[in-house]
């Protein structure tokens, strides 16, 4: 049985800012945003929506699937330059999400932590792939690879600024080029490595604060706050993928990423890697709070061997 569990926190409502410019994209997107306004509605208030959980559920995943093979045909219509890497990402929401969500929502019979969660998510994957990678199709969104072989801190600091005003549209100032590792709010704390294009790696910690994390969400979202935690964590991990992803191509990395249980740190398992010695340790400030982003290279071993005449 479905139970009422918590007060209602809105529903994500479809806004001009979403709109990539083409007619055909933007209306499936509504629907979208719709259907999964309703799911969320359902969950929220109604006693007993199992079947009619399913059935939402369903035409989710049938529409979504749909509708990204409609923009797959519009990418290679205008003939996209980064149509495999797209591809890539609807093949791996299909592939690995949506299954992943629909074996827990099976072997849970559809429980109301299991609906709420798969809500979660496609609240936050849909957010963040319409805002990045779907705004990149019509050229909204350009990612510039600035990462040199020596970091600097100017150069780093306009791409993270850049990726937070793409996915977030927040405007952020760099108030520290030498973090000491001083503790922030209550936060969220990931680590990554990218393989980079030359064979190097780039090993990156972020910590957003919470109240960033949530607010930033909710108003991505047409909320005014967002205080379910639940839907904040799971929001905001599909946001923040999406962060990550655009971040590695602004530092010559087209991998794409799903975070999981291993980069999102305790906030002692942060400072202590932080410890471990990061070049470029850089403190941003926003409207809705701090968040810092540390960078670390490792030359590709081929490319360090060739660098030096004696080996």
């Known amino acids: 049985m479905f139970e009422k569990r918590c007060k209602k926190v809105g529903k994500p409502l479809w ?32 006693a007993d929506c199992q079947s009619v959980c399913k059935e939402s559920i369903k035409f989710l ?23 495999e890497k797209h591809k890539k990402r609807h093949d791996d929401f299909r592939d690995v999400t949506l299954v992943s969500l629909k074996k827990r929502l099976e072997a849970s019979g559809y429980s109301p932590a299991a ?67 001083r503790s922030i709010r209550k936060g969220y704390y990931y680590r990554l490595c990218y393989d980079m294009d030359d064979g190097g790696k780039v090993q990156i910690l972020l910590g957003l604060e919470e109240q960033l994390a949530r607010r930033g969400v909710g108003l991505i979202l047409g909320f005014t706050a967002m205080q379910k935690p639940e839907l904040v964590r799971d929001a905001s991990m599909q946001i923040v993928e999406q962060f990550f992803h655009h971040l590695g191509k ?22 202590e890697d932080f410890m471990t010695r990061y070049p470029c340790r850089l403190l941003f400030e926003t409207r809705l709070g701090y968040f810092i982003f540390c960078a670390r290279k490792w030359e590709s071993k081929k490319k360090a061997s060739d660098g030096n005449p004696d080996k």
């Open 250 to 271: 602004l530092f010559k990395s087209d991998v794409t990423y799903q975070l999981n249980k291993e980069e999102l740190l305790t906030k002692d398992e942060f400072r």
């Open 15 to 46: 806004n001009d800012k979403f709109n990539i410019g083409v007619l055909a994209i933007d209306k499936a997107h509504a629907r979208l945003f719709r259907k999964v306004g309703k799911l969320m509605d359902l969950v929220e208030h109604e």
């Open 115 to 181: 609906v709420q969660r798969f809500v979660n998510v496609m609240v936050g994957w849909l957010t963040g792939h319409i805002m990045v990678e779907d705004q990149a199709i019509m050229g909204n969104v350009d990612a510039k690879k600035v990462y040199d072989d020596t970091p600097e801190a100017p150069v780093v600091a306009g791409a993270v600024k850049q990726a937070m005003k793409d996915v977030f549209r927040l405007d952020a100032e760099l108030v520290d080029a030498e973090y000491n590792g």
């Open 61 to 83: 995943e049938d529409y979504t699937m749909t509708h990204f093979s409609e923009e797959e045909a519009y990418m290679r219509s205008i003939h996209f330059k980064g149509y």
